[in-house]
């Protein structure tokens, strides 16, 4: 009996609907946050001019977001989607994104983990990668929600989805008539070793043995072979080096192994395809087994469904377009995505040194600290289960123990923002044991903290002047002022960490080392400025051009400048007091981007501001600082229309996501408020969307945001209250809202300017304002 008519059944004896939660809530004449996801969103470029400076390099695609609209459930690291950029005979960009929506050529899809293999429907002859045999997508039936993913071949009159659970996936291919209807897996460039096992079964391992995957086909293949590539051999030889066809061959192993199934369809004839990875075949097969006893396609697509609901459904808004609601939960969905899970507990997987062993807890892999350490370990924090972060932080932790140091980012160190911010959020956790691995990310030479010694021997780190001092120059070097920054931003969450754990040593330590930025700011000039070894300022300087690594990092001196989130107060005192600052804001957001050197991830700009990369993007906030509110107010509502959702097919995003970074900032911006400090426990005011907003935390408690009188026109706040209080600060700490909170924001088409714009309502930071 299948599980779709045993669901039937039950149903009919219970008394409950057989219609899926989709069907129920059109019924109703409701849509559920669910129905609102668009996978799609993120993956097209900005394209009006005003909006994208003057990226891209030639040769190269305009960044995206470079989101995924593959098939997976929150944080897992089983992903079936498309790809329709071949990276390994193109170079598309900077990064390499295998889905780019302009694109129209599809290449293959995703089954699931880093290591699986790459799958493709090809009806008639087909060619083996790395050139692959590609076929026009259809846009028009192109279809892209939470947990599935669907597309139609056009040259192979071929559809096919996928959709995924914790460990497996499962295609469901629609073939026409053809007795040449084949299915190629591969294990792309890096390889490995693939076997053809019975008439409905191919399994194989990546090249380093981290990962072994299953697959079964719910029907017997009449033919098959398998195919590798082998290296040019000499300069003389095709660039892609030469093909390896065998035809009846049941194993192979090499570059791009993989094998070919065929089968003689009739007319819309389906084929399943289920397919697991695992630390070895056995553990693959065991989830196959667990997860998909069966060949239930809508079954599992309907788990998924389900299990994408539960966390859509922690926030509730009202109000707002249609669009913005479509934005809203697109990048929440997006922000879901990392970090990814490894094991759940009971279950095997390989730790850092590759050696197997069995999860005693929920295992995630590394959090990328560098994107989404800037606001998304905020969000996770309010919308998950205290044990599901609790267990986000303990993988950390145990990785840093296996390792020998605290993971950390590519710029800066930044897991210390995690740790500190969710101690002051409540949570309990080993404090003291992180904070062995903290500190010595933070004082030892040979740890991941680039030119650590040089920073702690002086305060600040140089850089080198390249031969000829190119302006713009290259794209090498140290980027030491904005390392010298963010180091600086580390430092002091350490020096509270210190603090809270009654260690006055260290606190001081640190606190002395969190005023470090002002070593690289130059007051001639007013910006951040990188110098060389012996302390000379570097010359020439142009605070409008994207020093790529050289002296700032994918920024430029104004972008960078703005990066001292925990002593913002301190920064306006050097920039000569509150008017100055607001000045130099307003200046920030008013000069025309102009530079000559090109910073390809940079995209999304409002002058000088570029919200395609991170750097900046708290700098919006900046004014609840400087006393103006209401231009911040003014400015993330601008952004939140500009950035998202444009573009001709309304799917654009500035920059990358950067695994759930960008969608974060839309996602809290758009709610009313960010974290510009994510170690603080404080949250600034913006501008909400939404005429109401309620955030189901992770707690148990709720916490709702009453937007009054609003609309597009009525951005601006004219009085607020908290839990029925009149509140008049910028900001809020968690504190406030940690056993449930109502903030009511009355809003108005004009600022008021005497609401939150005195000097005690300004967010506190490590300086006191003068």
């Avoid at 004839?269 to 989830?287: D, F, N, W």
């Avoid at 804001?585 to 000559?596: I, M, N, R």
């Avoid at 708290?618 to 998202?644: C, F, N, S, V």
């Avoid at 916490?703 to 209080?725: C, D, E, H, P």
Wanted: charged share 20%; net charge negative; glycine share 10%.
């Amino acid at each position: 009996m299948s599980m779709a008519h045993l669901r039937r059944i039950l149903a009919v004896v219970l008394g409950v609907s057989t219609l899926g939660p989709a069907a129920v809530a059109q019924q109703r004449g409701s849509k559920r946050p669910l129905d609102y996801v668009n996978t799609l969103v993120g993956t097209a470029p900005l394209d009006q001019q005003k909006l994208i400076g003057n990226a891209p390099p030639p040769g190269e695609q305009l960044y995206s977001g470079f989101t995924s609209p593959a098939a997976t459930l929150p944080h897992s690291s089983t992903e079936l989607g498309p790809i329709n950029a071949n990276l390994d005979v193109h170079y598309l960009a900077g990064v390499r994104a295998t889905y780019f929506y302009p694109n129209r050529t599809m290449y293959g899809f995703s089954t699931g983990a880093d290591g699986s293999p790459i799958l493709m429907p090809v009806v008639g002859d087909f060619t083996v990668p790395p050139e692959r045999s590609g076929s026009v997508d259809d846009k028009s039936r192109e279809k892209a929600s939470a947990g599935y993913y669907s597309a139609y071949l056009d040259d192979y009159r071929t559809q096919i989805e996928m959709t995924a659970t914790t460990w497996t996936g499962i295609f469901r291919i629609t073939f026409p008539a053809s007795n040449k209807s084949n299915i190629l897996l591969d294990l792309r460039r890096s390889g490995g070793a693939v076997e053809v096992v019975g008439d409905r079964t191919l399994r194989g391992h990546t090249a380093d043995g981290r990962s072994s995957f299953v697959a079964e086909f719910s029907q017997p293949f009449q033919t098959f072979g398998t195919f590798k590539q082998n290296p040019p051999r000499t300069a003389r030889d095709p660039l892609i080096g030469f093909d390896d066809v065998n035809p009846g061959d049941r194993s192979i192993t090499g570059n791009y192994a993989g094998a070919y199934l065929r089968f003689s369809t009739t007319d819309k004839q389906q084929m399943l395809v289920k397919i697991s990875s695992g630390t070895s075949y056995e553990a693959a097969e065991a989830r196959l087994s667990t997860e998909q006893p069966g060949w239930e396609f809508d079954g599992v697509h309907h788990q998924a469904e389900e299990a994408w609901a539960k966390k859509l459904n922690t926030i509730e808004v009202k109000g707002g377009t249609e669009k913005q609601r479509q934005l809203f939960y697109s990048c929440l969905y997006h922000s879901l995505y990392s970090p990814h899970l490894l094991a759940r507990k009971g279950e095997p997987f390989k730790n850092a040194h590759n050696f197997a062993e069995t999860a005693t807890y929920d295992r995630y892999g590394p959090v990328p600290l560098w994107d989404t350490g800037r606001n998304q370990i905020v969000l996770l924090t309010l919308l998950l289960e205290p044990e599901t972060k609790t267990d986000i932080l303990r993988s950390e932790l145990d990785d840093a123990r296996e390792r020998g140091y605290m993971e950390t980012s590519f710029h800066g160190d930044n897991a210390v923002f995690m740790y500190l911010g969710d101690w002051e959020r409540g949570l309990t956790f080993d404090w003291s044991g992180a904070y062995e691995f903290l500190r010595k990310n933070a004082v030892d030479p040979k740890g991941p903290r680039g030119y650590l010694a040089e920073y702690m021997q002086q305060g600040w780190i140089s850089d080198i002047v390249p031969a000829g001092n190119p302006s713009p120059p290259y794209a090498g070097g140290k980027a030491g002022a904005a390392t010298t920054l963010a180091y600086s931003w580390d430092d002091y969450a350490l020096a509270l960490y210190a603090k809270k754990l009654g260690k006055t040593d260290d606190y001081t330590m640190f606190l002395l080392r969190a005023h470090n930025y002002r070593n690289v700011f130059d007051p001639s000039v007013g910006f951040i400025r990188g110098r060389t070894q012996d302390g000379a300022w570097i010359s020439p300087f142009d605070p409008r051009e994207p020093y790529y690594n050289f002296m700032m990092k994918e920024a430029s001196g104004w972008s960078t400048l703005w990066l001292v989130p925990h002593d913002v107060h301190g920064l306006e005192n050097l920039l000569g007091g509150r008017e100055r600052f607001a000045a130099k804001l307003d200046e920030f957001f008013s000069t025309p981007y102009t530079a000559k050197g090109i910073c390809r991830d940079c995209t999304g700009v409002i002058g000088q501001y570029v919200h395609g990369n991170q750097p900046d993007q708290q700098a919006a906030y900046y004014y609840d600082w400087a006393g103006q509110p209401w231009k911040t107010q003014e400015l993330t509502r601008r952004i939140l229309a500009e950035m998202y959702g444009s573009g001709q097919y309304g799917l654009a995003f500035p920059g990358m996501d950067d695994q759930g970074s960008t969608s974060s900032w839309y996602v809290m911006s758009a709610l009313g408020f960010y974290p510009v400090d994510p170690s603080s426990p404080n949250y600034i005011l913006g501008s909400p969307i939404f005429d109401e907003a309620t955030v189901h935390m992770g707690n148990g408690h709720d916490f709702k945001v009453v937007a009054k009188n609003n609309s597009a026109r009525n951005q601006y706040i004219q009085s607020a209250t908290l839990n029925g209080k009149a509140w008049n600060k910028t900001w809020f700490s968690h504190a406030d809202i940690a056993n449930g909170s109502v903030l009511v924001l009355t809003m108005g088409p004009q600022p008021n300017r005497q609401w939150g714009s005195a000097p005690e309502a300004a967010p506190p930071s490590m300086s006191s304002s003068r």
